[in-house]
């Protein structure tokens, strides 16, 4: 197979998988998200890419089908590979969790669109809280969903994986599960690309390298990079802060009670899972601040191109939700690989 491969991206946020399937050599025929900063970022961050910014719960498969089917880059060709990490924070060990919560039901909108697209690979990324979390009749809400799947993608060799990113080259120990299948017979353990950092590898990406010298760049010099003005209590709480250490404040809304983490990062270790909130990002491994936007966005493998809109907070979440760059592009040029092989097996 000499032609380009065509891939679709779901609940694309600013675009980091986006970013990850083009330096894999996709083509991306559509992206897409209801949020209009994270729309605002992905236009500009990829804008060659067509995007969709709709409630993926009111479109119907075949419209969707039909968009893309609209789009100047198709040729009739089938669409190799679909992604997505549909919103997450339902299933996250940090906040309140609840089968029911219907964040955790949008992998079934990811379903219908899947089933209709019927690609030849797919991927869905998200966090490890799915794997424990139960619903009220005591079953595995995880189980249920990966039986869905295979159910639903009939021909699919359809199954899961935990993976840490940090074994992939991004400089943050981020565990996540990628729930990945194909319609060419291809074993899923064969799908993914192996790791390359760690015991016997290349060593650990760590904070330093990537962040060291925006210590010495000015507040909106390069986008996003602004340092956050903390109150002297919070400044003199964060100076009390050791490498590698934390301290834990109980904040209250008026849903629930959670505990806010200051931790400090270590400068020749991965960072820890970036989780953005209300306790932002963590403290900057030599000065007693949150780190901003854009260094958050280098330990996500971000480039320094890929801009954020909004607030606070939804900066904050399009960068500590996205998938880091990295990892996407090593996955999906394993994908391209195989799907090179087999073409080329049956030619």
């Known amino acids: 197979m000499a032609g380009p491969l065509y891939a679709v991206d779901l609940f694309s946020g600013a675009g980091g998988i986006t970013e990850g399937l083009k330096n894999a050599g996709f083509d991306v025929l559509m992206a897409t998200d209801i949020d209009r900063d994270f729309s605002t970022a992905h236009r500009e961050n990829h804008p060659d890419v067509p995007f969709l910014e709709v409630d993926i719960t009111e479109m119907t498969a075949d419209r969707f089908h039909d968009s893309i089917r609209a789009t100047p880059f198709v040729?009739?060709?089938?669409?190799?590979?679909?992604?997505?990490?549909?919103?997450?924070?339902?299933?996250?060990?940090?906040?309140?969790?609840?089968?029911?919560?219907?964040?955790?039901?949008?992998?079934?909108?990811?379903?219908?669109?899947?089933?209709?697209?019927?690609?030849?690979?797919?991927?869905?990324?998200?966090?490890?809280?799915?794997?424990?979390?139960?619903?009220?009749?005591?079953?595995?809400?995880?189980?249920?969903?990966?039986?869905?799947?295979?159910?639903?993608?009939?021909?699919?060799?359809?199954?899961?994986?935990?993976?840490?990113?940090?074994?992939?080259?991004?400089?943050?120990?981020?565990?996540?599960?990628?729930?990945?299948?194909?319609?060419l017979g291809i074993p899923v353990d064969e799908c993914f690309p192996k790791p390359d950092h760690g015991d016997g590898l290349k060593p650990f990406e760590v904070v330093w390298d990537h962040i060291a010298d925006l210590t010495k760049v000015k507040d909106d010099a390069i986008p996003n990079h602004r340092r956050m003005h903390h109150s002297k209590q919070i400044v003199e709480r964060m100076s009390k802060v050791k490498s590698g250490k934390y301290i834990k404040k109980r904040r209250s809304n008026q849903k629930q009670t959670f505990q806010c983490v200051y931790q400090r990062l270590v400068k020749d270790r991965p960072a820890p899972t970036l989780v953005p909130g209300?306790?932002?990002?963590?403290?900057?491994?030599?000065?007693?601040?949150?780190?901003?936007?854009?260094?958050?966005?280098?330990?996500?493998t971000m480039p320094d191109s890929m801009v954020f809109h909004g607030s606070q907070i939804q900066q904050g979440l399009a960068v500590g939700n996205a998938v880091p760059p990295l990892f996407a592009e090593k996955l999906a040029r394993r994908i391209g690989e195989l799907i090179r092989e087999k073409s080329s097996s049956v030619d």
């Open 75 to 183: 040729n009739g060709q089938s669409i190799n590979l679909v992604s997505g990490g549909p919103p997450c924070q339902g299933f996250s060990m940090t906040g309140r969790r609840n089968s029911s919560d219907h964040r955790n039901q949008l992998f079934r909108h990811y379903l219908k669109i899947l089933h209709r697209l019927r690609p030849e690979f797919f991927f869905m990324e998200n966090v490890t809280g799915m794997l424990s979390m139960k619903q009220p009749n005591g079953e595995k809400f995880f189980d249920n969903i990966l039986a869905m799947f295979r159910k639903v993608m009939t021909g699919y060799e359809v199954d899961f994986r935990v993976v840490n990113m940090a074994d992939y080259g991004v400089p943050q120990s981020r565990r996540r599960v990628i729930i990945l299948g194909n319609r």
């Open 278 to 300: 209300h306790s932002a990002f963590p403290i900057h491994p030599v000065e007693h601040r949150s780190l901003t936007f854009r260094e958050a966005a280098r330990l996500q």
